[in-house]
């Protein structure tokens, strides 16, 4: 059973208008989240992440968003470039050992 | 060049036999991990070590085996392949000094036959 699933496969935003993704897990002793973005033919890269201590980070044009109580992420985009067209992983760091990985959501921004 | 390098980049291998992915990191990082990646199912862990001592078995670790020759490489072997070993396979490297990230190699393509 997976424990950090995103429920979207794909999702489709406009240039310079914003992208919200979201990620769920279900396990609330995690300690770290993080979102990682992968172009084909490449390995994923780090792009952000929160502590499960904090409700919110922001790093430029990517903030990420925590809410323990209801186990849920999301990472927006704001705004989104056509660059930004990749897919993204989010990841659950336990106990400082190993990570679980959602899906994945292919994100396309169309200029 | 890359921090992270993956060889081969692209396999095609028969059931039954036995195959080598190599991963070599020059990070300087304890912790090396591998990953398979399959559509719809993301990226699940397969085996992971801390150092050259410290090997430990991730969720889907059956049919596959590990070495950790030295702090920058980690292999990962398949005994004896099988068709549904078909995935990309992705090596990573972290050290939890300073930054919890982990860092990918580029991946093999593995077809099995």
């Known amino acids: 059973d997976q424990q950090v699933k995103q429920n979207s496969p794909s999702l489709s935003v406009q240039e310079g208008r914003i992208s919200i993704l979201n990620c769920d897990y279900t396990?609330?002793?995690?300690?770290?989240f993080l979102w990682y973005k992968k172009y084909p033919a490449e390995g994923p890269t780090f792009l952000i992440s929160?502590?499960?201590?904090?409700d919110k980070n922001e790093d430029g044009r990517f903030t990420v968003f925590l809410n323990k109580s209801a186990k849920h992420l999301s990472l927006h985009i704001v705004p989104s470039q056509p660059g930004d067209s990749a897919v993204y992983f989010c990841?659950?760091?336990?106990?400082?050992?190993?990570?679980?990985f959602g899906s994945g959501t292919k994100l396309n921004v169309k200029p | 060049d890359a921090d992270v390098t993956q060889t081969p980049r692209n396999r095609i291998t028969k059931t039954g036999k036995r195959i080598m992915l190599e991963c070599s990191q020059t990070?300087?990082?304890?912790?090396m991990y591998w990953y398979r990646q399959d559509p719809g199912l993301g990226l699940r862990l397969i085996y992971y070590?801390?150092?050259?001592?410290?090997?430990n078995k991730g969720e889907i670790s059956d049919g596959y085996s590990v070495s950790r020759q030295a702090q920058a490489k980690f292999s990962l072997s398949l005994e004896s392949a099988i068709p549904n070993q078909t995935a990309l396979y992705f090596c990573?490297?972290?050290?939890?000094?300073?930054?919890?990230?982990?860092?990918f190699g580029p991946g093999t393509r593995l077809l099995v036959l």
């Open positions: 990070k300087g990082h304890d912790r």
């Open positions: 990573a490297t972290s050290d939890f000094k300073g930054s919890e990230t982990q860092y």
């Open positions: 396990n609330s002793m995690f300690d770290y």
């Open positions: 070590s801390f150092d050259v001592k410290d090997i």
């Open positions: 929160i502590s499960s201590i904090k």
């Open positions: 990841a659950a760091l336990y106990n400082f050992n190993k990570f679980y």
